[in-house]
């Protein structure tokens, strides 16, 4: 196992939502639909790798009869919680993170693709203003304490980092 050589993001499932509502509802789309939408194609241009979370994708895959959730779900990797996921998502929930967030960041720090062979992801893309603006504060205490639990591990864990947490918008950006 290794850190991918390709860039890798993990989208949340806001950005989900509103990249399936886009593919839905094409000649409507909100703001925030036409983001997600410009971010995943984008994203697929540049042969970056997209994750989302085994859990949500096993629930997408109840609608798979529905087109634009089978496109969507063929441009996108799972990501399996990995070893020390479970310890690390407990222990982000000390930094005032939410059970759910924790366990995004969990995810993209150990979180593992089906054939195991990277180890987290760069980027989390979220539309999840409070998740962000928490990541943003409190980010040096997570990495310390996250530097002192993989200095203990042995090889790939103790090459693990942090991700970065950012907006659609931001990433778009990053991709022009």
Known sequence: MMLSPMPTYLLDKNVVRRVIGGLIHHDRLTDEEATAIALWRALRESRT??????????????????????LFLDTVERMYAG???????????????????????????????????????EVIVTFDRP???????HRPAPERRLQAMTA?????FQNTGLPEVMHPVES???LE
Do not use: H
């Open 49 to 70: 790798r997209m994750f989302i979370s085994a859990e949500r994708a096993n629930i997408m895959g109840r609608f798979s009869t529905w087109r634009e959730i089978r």
């Open 131 to 137: 998740l962000i603006n928490n990541y943003e504060a």
């Open 83 to 121: 070893k020390y996921f479970k310890r690390w998502a407990r222990r982000l929930r000390e930094y005032s993170f939410t059970r759910e967030d924790a366990k995004e960041l969990g995810l993209a720090t150990y979180g593992t693709a089906a054939a195991g062979e990277i180890l987290g992801v």
């Open 172 to 174: 778009l950006l990053l």
């Open 152 to 156: 203990q591990l042995s090889l790939p």
